[in-house]
Every structure is written in structure tokens, then in C-alpha cells.
């Protein structure tokens, strides 16, 4: 039995020595000293495909670069993302924002045009440009025929070195999936074009070839959800045909009684085939029961080469 | 300044009465009795159209009947539910179960061939069932365009008096909307059919014009969330293009400061359009923080006539 | 294996058959259905003593008559509960009241002079009542040499019948036990006394003896927490000096993972010695995660007799 | 408004720098941003004094060393803690250690001697050591007349050097309170040699009088809270009867809607007096809702000097 030790702090520490000593302590500072373990097993060890899961307002909140840090490495297999998230990677990809806000009167947001994310403010008119957008290039998306060439061709339309996850997927060849594609500010865009009278057509089935094509494609398979819901689950589900995650890191601030998927412990999944029952708990997979935006900058911080 | 009262409590109580006294109460026990006034005022009021959101695996934990019965009530404009609780839905229909497991070893479960949903266990053999049903009835979906138009024919080919969600949304007419629907069971069997070289053709798009149609057709707009994820969001944004919904009622054990659209407040939903500005909080919306397990049989059985 | 039954809600339904029918359900359903049979065993057993430990502002929230009612049975062998909810018990008892409030400002209610509780409201002015009941009695806490003892005298001075908890235990001669005592405005009433110079002596050990000799009295055990702290943890420390507890049921919102011990499930009391090892989960006792100002009293509604 | 700006993470990046990045973003990230902030100026601001509130097990999960690197900054005007947390740091002062568990079997720890906090192990027979620790100092403790001073007695009675808490605000003159002293291994240890016949007498309610005068001697005052209970209570009722506080930081997992004081915002404490109404959120007080072990080490290592 291995002791716990204090962990210690000092001046101009540095993030990796920081998570190395939280995995000597209990409760949740170890889980994250697991992760990072786990972690780098993944990005760093051979022959391992990454399957990232991203859920809640991520791209508003900041979590952009380290998503795309994470792209960028080549390590990951497939992006399974909220609608949402994609929606405002593309308002930050056309020129547009996201704000602070502290505090908050909602009538008063509403009157002068500001949508609010807990503290986080976007403006209403961003709609437009997105709208411009559909509606200039919207011959183009009758190539596409199933959600993940549909969200490829916006990457494609979006200028070279944009700095988005659209675009760089794009770049790097990456497929996105977002199974709720249509509940999501690009759906309603999709959604103006369709009820002014335009036409197109894109496959709500069609993506799960591809995504269980590639659950079959690396030797080691390891998966990432940020939060729950579609974006991991779509994962999960696709990893039931083949033998199943060998690695695994999930942070939620959902819990298991409740019964929800986003809530599942990453042990539940053994029993559907979704996780490997040769997974050993804290040392292959972990749950961290956290703030994304917390501990997702401190993994990859500690993590990131 | 209204007073508290003390919960007084008697043998052989009625539900209804109990909730009454909730009403008196504080913290989460006066939002339930707040909302089953407001569940009256959507249920029984006049001119009430009410958007009910379901996400959680709702139907393995045995809350199927409570959906029927507000299905039944003819209020119901639509129903957006999560592809699961669609796949257990049919999984019942077909006639098989769902089961109890108060404790589990998930490789156990895994041998055995047992799926776990917390302390609910599926056969992973049902799969069989489905499958059998999409293969034979394949043709009859080539009629549909849509995922609505795919889910009323699973409703359709179902027996007539079925107790489904599925087949009683096609008897009463109630379209059921699922943004998500690749990402279920019922996702995985068409895919197994579009694997073996079968066609569909179902848009993930077109849905969007009837629920937005729909938010225009009632005096008054009710929203009822069962926790959160694409079944709210999907709601929530088809009522930013009519002028708010005038009630709400929210049941979730997700909190605001993590930044998710399921722990997002009702009120939140001011700044975006999504609820009037007159709506008033505790009285025409509720946040009720509760499993809806517990809190959904509570009210119903509070409201019902 | 055991089928999950989905709950049937008729109108005019009784609080009892609405709970019988959640244990045929899953999630926390099942946790309530599984409680209410716990309860039974220790409330109408033959042996059984039960431990009550309540946190919590329950008293302020109104689930004053509901703790009244449990005290009553004759069941209950020692009642563990905070000092600030004994505070608003007393507040109570000497006319006072809590309010409801469904929206704040708290600036607005610090100069109006009110005390806010999340939705519940107490009067500032209200200390003077205490203040005075102290003021005038001050002698008679002479007699009392450990808390037990002080705060049953503060029963004693109260009228015959007043319907508050200090005094029905008084006069059922059952032992309140509150370790916290001085962390509550009781505490600081009594501090408002020695700062003008009098004096008081209560020893803060004392108590520790007569709640471990009681551990001894009842042949089987029942513990019921209200939340935790040092009402749930003043109880187990007790147990792990007999032979643990055969029952046990808690009611929290605190979760396993963070480490304290408000969040610890009950099973884990068993390495402590705190629960006996052959207590059976989900039979003997049952951990439910949910706003006690809902469940207990959906929980004591379907056992009381 | 200023914008968000995504957070970007670099190799070898110091902690302090990661977590001024976290300001600029949203959610709980800035919130650990703000908090750091906020912690500058109590730690290095002009003529504030803090009052440090520590509950949940934050000593077996390895947090002892920041605890003490704050206690040796000079800046704490009291420390309040549980009685858990010091019979803990007792028990490590006296030689003992923690162990990691990640994983469990509650019944084999029992027949074993483990005492298990969620994956944090303590061996059953630690006991003996304090038990043989007050037993040799029974007489010392005669000196001390109130839990304060008892208190102290322990740290006086440890070596000189000794790292632990006790010791520490033993040498530098800090009183720690405890109110509910007697709800730990501590008090077990106490109430053995009262059960055996000796004889102490410490007072439960003199304390108030030492934490009520301290909350007089800074010109600004700061409160940290690590999770709730009665250290953070004992805190804000001390602070009503000053003008309270200036400047806050809580971090809790608990949520505010179930009404207890361990998830009760910090600005619910402007209506009781406990906190300034001139203090602003998020730039003089913050609630941060993140486990502990993660934020507490994460914003001291930035905050250090």
C-alpha cells in the first residue's frame, strides 16, 4: 500500500510538477494525477487512437486552443461535438466574440441583444453573419451527403489557417461527427435557407459507417469525453462492435444514481462492451468529477509536449 | 410576506395533499408544489400547447406510463425524447423488459450478456428483437423523409393499443422529434442494414420547419424538461423564433456554473428569447434540482385528473 | 431477476401506493420504494432504537412537524441535530416565524433586516427574543453541566406542549445531542451573556458518554441521516464502539468522490465498524440522493401510521 | 465587455501563468482566475486578516502542506477547523500515515483495520497512538479551559519542529477553533479516559468570546472557506457582529438550492451582515465549485510567493 503524500507548492512551479504531486494525494487531486498518466499513454504511447467527446459550451467558455492543441497532435482518430460547440466555432471563425459577464439582469440581455451561458455573453447578431454564410455558399453543401461531409465542407469554405476546429479538422483530415447537428444555431441557419424554399439533403444515418469503420482502425483505442450527452455516447455506441476502449478519461459533473448516460461511470461501460474488461480502474481509465474548464487546462498543461 | 408552514403529514395522505403542503415549505419541497400549479395551469388552462422534453433513460427506469398518461392528456404538442429511451421504448413493445440490479460486477454483466443503466439492466439480446423488426418492415421506411416521419412509422407498424410512446404518439398524432437518433440502439440497427448494402434516406435537417411551425400554433407555449441535453435544446431554440414560452418547468440535477444547456435555468432562457420577458419566476417557471424519478411521479400524481 | 415495473399514477392516489409503486422502478425511484421498507423495520420492528441525525435548515423549511412526528413514535433513542436548526426551533417556539421568498436582494434584505436561507426568510429581529429568553433564565443554566443537559433545560423553561423540538424531547425524555452547539445563534446568545460578564459552564466532552452508553440499549440499530456533518458523524463515531448499525438510511446531496463525510454512502461506514458487516445494500440500508426537503417527507408519509 | 479569450497551454508553463490565462475564460475557469486574485489581496494586501475555514478531509487527502504554507504566511488571523482534520494531523504528527485505495472492499478493510475516506485509507490502530498520546498528557490538559486552549495544549505537547498543523499554530500563536471538537477521533480518545473515571472540564461556549474579538483587530477581513460545515458557520456568525467581511473565497461542491450553509453562496451572507454590501462579486468575493483537492493547490500554487 502506497502512502499518501502532501502535496507541496512552490513559487514559479510548473503545471506538470504541480499534477505530479496531486496524484500522491486522495479524492479528486489523484483522479487528475491519473488522468495524466492515462493521458499520456494516449497522445505519447504507440499505435493508440484517440476518440474525443465534446460536450457543454466548451468553444465559448475557452477551451478552443487546447481542443485544437489536441487535434493537431494527430492522435486523434474522430471529434464527436455538440451542434452548439460547432455553432460558435464558426462565430469565432467569421471575425465574432464572446464576452464576460459577471453578473446578470436577462431582460436587460434580451433588449440589447446579448445570449447568455451562465457567464458568458455572445451577441444575437452573430446569427447574421452565420447566415451570410449559409446563404452565399449554399450550392456548395449539395456535395454533402451525410452530416460529417457536410460539417467538412464548412471547413473546407473557411479560409486556410483559420483558426478554428472546423477549419484545422478540415486541414488535418479529421472527421467530425455531431449526431444533433440540426439542435444547434447552424441547424436553424440550415433552417432559413430550407423554409425560404431552398433544398438539400443530408443523411441522418449515413455517419455511423464511418465511425464504426474507425473503431476498428487502431491497434489501442482510447477515449476522451469532456461532459456527456450525444458526444459521448455516439462514441460508446460505436465502440460496442469493436472490442471495446482500451483507455479512458472522463470528466463530468454529472453522477451515476441519476441513471443518465452523462453520468455513467466509465466502469458502467464494461458491461455493455464498451470499455475493455481488461481496463483496470485508475490506472487504464479514470472519472474525474470536475469542471472541464478546470481540468481540462490543467491535464493538458501538464500533459502537452 | 407569506409565512412558512410546517409540512404536517397523515396516514392513508393523498399525493395531491402532500404537495399542497410542499407548497408551504422551503428550499426544493415549495418548487415542487410551485410547479404542480404551474403543471395545472399548461395541463388544464385554456389555450395551452405544451413542448414536452425528455431526455435520462426515463423508460428503463419505469416512467413510460407517466409520459402516456400526459401524451394522453391531448396537451401534448410535441415530444422531443433522446433516441435511448426511443430504442427501450421499442425494446418494451416488442416485449421485453427492463430489471432491477441493486448491486453489480459490470464484468459479470458483461459474460452474462446484461447492459447496465445504473441499477437497471437490459438483455443485450433484445438488440435481436429490433433488428428482426427493422429487417422485415425495411421497405415500409422508405416512405418516410424525415426523422418524425421515420419515428411515426416505427409507430405505425406497431400493434394497435401498443403501450408505447412510439405508438401512442402515432394514434394521437403527436409528433416525436429526436435531433439525436443515429446516436441510439435504433441508430445501430439501421446501420447494421446500411452495412449489408440497404438504402434510406432520412434528412437530419427538415424537422426543423414543423417543431417551429409548431411554436406558432398555440395561444400559450409550455415547456416541460426532464433533464436536459439535445431533447431541451431542441425545444429551446424552435422558441426563440416565436416569442417565448409563457411556462416553464424544469427537472434536473445538473447546476447553472458548469455552463451547460442542461444546467442551464429556465430564466437563463430570457436573454435568448426563449421565455418571455413577462413569464414570472416561481410562478409561471420553476427550476425543480431533483432525480426525476422522484420528482416526476411526485407531481404527476399531484396534477393528475 | 426482478422486472422493472413502470409506475402507474392515478388521481386520488395515496402517498403510500405511489411509493410502493417506485420501488418497482429504477434510479432514485427505486432508493425511495427501498427506504420506505427500511423505515418500516425500524419504526414498527420489534427492537429496533433508531439514531436520527438531522442538518440542514430543515427546520426553517418547514419539516419541523415531520421530526415532531418521528420523536413522537417513541422509536427515536437519541436525536442528533445543529445548532441553528435548534436556534429556528426555538425561534419558533417562542412565536416567531420563517417566511417565504422566491426572489432576493440581498442588499435590500440586509437593510429591511432579514436573514435569507436560499427561499426562506427569518426576521433579524428575532435574536431579541432569544436573547431575552436567555436573559431571563440565565440562572437556571446553572444546573447544566455538559450540552444535553443545557439544552434540555432550555426544553424544561419552554410551555407544556409547545409544539417545538426542544420541548416534545424534553418531555419524552429524549437526549438532543449537538456537538456544535456554540456554532449557532443559541451560541451566540449565550456568548451575549459571558461577554457582560456571567457565567456559564457546559463541558463540551461530557456528552460522548451518555450517546455511547445508548448505543448499547436497543438489541437492533437504525440510523437515519438528514443530510450530514456533524449530526450524521457524532452518530457513526458513536456506532463504531458497538457493533454498528443493522439499518441505516440517508438521505444527502453530497456525493462519494470529494471525500467528506456528508457525501460518504453509508456502505462505507462498514470498514469503520460503523455499519455491521452483514447489513445487506439496498435491503438494510440505502443511500438516497435527494433535496430531504422532498423525500423525507415522501418518505414519511408512506410509513406513518 | 471584454472578450473571452481561449485558453492557451504551453509546455513547461508555470502555474501562476495557466491560471491567468483561466481568468480570461468562462465558467468555473474564471472563477479560479478571479479567486486568485482575490487571494493576492488578502495574502499580500495591506492590513487584511484571514479567517481560514477548513472542513471535508482535507488532511488524509494531502493537503496539509498548503494549509500550513498559509498558516506560516502570517496572514491568518484564525484557523477553524474540523475535529477530523485534527485528529488526522494528530495522527500523522505522532507518526502515522494515509494510504491510497483505488478501489474497495469495505467488509475486508474492516476484518483488516482500515478505516476508509472514499480512496484514502487510515489504519484502525492509529488510535492507540493518540490514545497513549493523552493518556501520558492527561494532566497537561487540566492547564486548559476552553477547546481553544485545549487545542493548544496538543500542539505544545508535540516536538518542537513538527510539521504538522497544531504544532505549527501552536508556535505561531494561532488559535484554532473547533467547535464541535467533541465529534472526532479526538474526542473518542477523551471521552476513553473520561469513561475510565478522569476527569477534564473544557468549555463549549467560551471560544465565542476569543473568535467575536479577533473578528475587531484587522482593518480588512478575508474568509476562505473549504467546504462548509461548521468551520465556514463558525466564521460568518463571528462576522455578523463585526461589520464582515471584505473579501471572500469559498470553495464548495455543495449547491445553494437545498438551503444548508455549506452550499449557501457567499453573497446570502450580505443579508445576514456576515459579508460587506460594498463587496463585489467576482472581483472582492467568488464561489468557486470544484473539488478541493483540485482548486485549493492549483490557485495557492499561483498565489505563492
Known amino acids: 500500500m502506497d502512502k499518501i503524500k502532501s ?9 506538470s510538477m504541480l499534477v505530479e504531486n496531486l496524484k500522491e494525494a486522495g479524492f479528486g487531486a489523484r483522479k487528475i494525477g491519473i488522468a495524466s498518466e492515462i493521458m499520456k499513454k494516449m497522445f505519447f504511447g504507440d499505435e493508440c487512437g484517440i476518440f474525443l467527446g465534446i460536450a457543454g459550451a466548451m468553444v465559448p467558455a475557452g477551451m478552443k486552443d487546447i481542443i485544437l492543441d ?48 451562465y457567464n458568458v455573453l455572445m451577441k444575437n447578431e452573430v446569427y447574421e453573419k452565420i447566415e451570410k454564410f449559409f446563404e452565399e455558399n449554399w450550392q456548395r453543401f449539395h456535395e454533402s451527403k451525410n452530416i460529417t461531409g457536410f460539417l467538412k465542407k464548412i471547413g473546407e469554405l473557411l479560409p486556410e489557417g483559420n483558426n478554428s476546429i472546423l477549419r484545422v479538422c478540415y486541414e488535418k483530415n479529421i472527421p467530425i461527427f455531431c449526431p444533433g447537428i440540426s439542435d444547434s444555431g447552424i441547424g436553424l441557419m440550415v433552417w432559413g435557407r430550407l423554409a425560404s424554399g431552398k433544398k438539400l439533403n443530408i443523411d441522418v444515418f449515413d455517419d455511423l459507417k464511418e465511425i464504426i469503420d474507425i473503431t476498428w482502425t487502431s491497434k489501442k483505442k482510447g477515449v476522451i469525453y469532456v461532459g ?54 485508475e490506472e487504464d481509465f479514470v472519472d474525474i468529477f470536475c469542471d472541464a474548464t478546470i481540468a481540462l487546462p490543467l491535464l493538458w498543461a501538464a500533459v502537452k509536449k
Open 7 to 15: 502535496v507541496k507548492v512552490s513559487k514559479d512551479m510548473k503545471v
Open 228 to 281: 456527456g450527452g450525444t458526444s459521448k455516447n455516439f462514441i460508446q455506441q460505436a465502440l460496442q462492435f469493436s472490442e471495446g476502449a482500451d483507455y479512458g478519461i472522463q470528466i463530468t459533473t454529472d453522477r451515476p444514481e441519476f441513471g443518465g448516460s452523462s453520468g455513467a461511470p466509465l466502469e458502467e461501460g464494461i458491461s455493455w462492451g464498451k470499455l475493455k474488461t481488461s481496463a483496470k480502474k
Open 70 to 117: 489536441m487535434i493537431k497532435s494527430g492522435k486523434i482518430n474522430v471529434l464527436v461535438i455538440t451542434g452548439a460547440n460547432l455553432t460558435h466555432d464558426l462565430v469565432e471563425a467569421l471575425g465574432e466574440f464572446h464576452y464576460h459577464c459577471d453578473s446578470w439582469d436577462d431582460q436587460e440581455f434580451h433588449e440589447k441583444g446579448f445570449d447568455r451561458m
